[in-house]
């Protein structure tokens, strides 16, 4: 049983279009990390979100605590954004951390 | 420059030699976590700790140790590895859970 899920798991855009990642849990949580990992393996902390959403740049990260829900969007998508992009619950019980198993994106010029 | 500072950045080991990744923060942060990424299975938690002297299990933490006796060092110890711990290693910092988190590079450990 997976404390969260990401959806797609694989996903190939033309340059310039919108991206939509999704990601769902199931635990308690007192916030939800989005972070980029880029193919060369290191890992970049995106967003912290606790409610509502955050923008920053082409990116937004929104959260619906109700549903348990999270999407990271990228607007005009470029081939630097190419990454895995990994969503991750931090519990509110327990102080520890779930992880998606991400979502690869290749965008093509 | 805000880092944390991971060594080595690749390791090859024989089964049952005790070995330590290193992990050191400078931005004063009081959350620290160890964490291992295989493929198919994404990052999972190995240890994590709230503060000095305070460490907690994570998802995966059979066969690892840690301590945490200074604010900015968080030393994972394998004590006798296996083949099994053969995975790409992070540590991570930050003010806390609800705060961004700082990756090191990573370390990638293979055990033959």
């Known amino acids: 049983k997976n404390e969260v899920e990401q959806s797609p798991q694989n996903l190939t855009a033309q340059e310039g279009e919108f991206i939509t990642i999704n990601c769902s849990y199931s635990?308690?949580?007192?916030?939800l990390h989005w972070l980029q990992q880029h193919p060369g393996g290191g890992i970049v902390s995106l967003f912290m979100?606790?409610?509502g959403k955050k923008k920053h740049g082409r990116l937004i990260a929104t959260i619906n605590i109700q549903e348990k829900h999270s999407s990271l969007h990228i607007t005009a998508s470029h081939p630097r954004d190419s990454a895995v992009y990994i969503c991750?619950?931090?519990?509110?019980?327990?102080?520890?951390?779930?992880f998606g198993t991400g979502t690869s994106l290749t965008v093509i010029p | 420059e805000a880092q944390v500072t991971q060594n080595p950045r690749y390791l090859i080991t024989v089964t049952g030699k005790k070995l330590t990744v290193t992990c050191s923060q400078n931005?004063?942060?009081?959350?620290m976590s160890w964490y291992r990424q295989d493929p198919g299975l994404g990052l999972r938690q190995i240890y994590y700790?709230?503060?000095?002297?305070?460490?907690d299990k994570g998802d995966v933490p059979e066969g690892y140790k840690v301590s945490r006796k200074e604010k900015r060092n968080f030393p994972l110890i394998l004590e006798s590895p296996s083949p099994n711990q053969t995975s790409l290693y992070f540590c991570a910092s930050s003010l806390s859970g609800l705060y961004g988190y700082t990756f090191g590079s990573g370390t990638r450990l293979t055990v033959v």
């Open positions: 931005m004063n942060h009081e959350y």
């Open positions: 700790s709230m503060n000095v002297e305070v460490t």
């Open positions: 635990v308690g949580i007192s916030a």
């Open positions: 991750a619950a931090f519990s509110n019980t327990g102080n520890q951390f779930y």
């Open positions: 979100l606790s409610s």
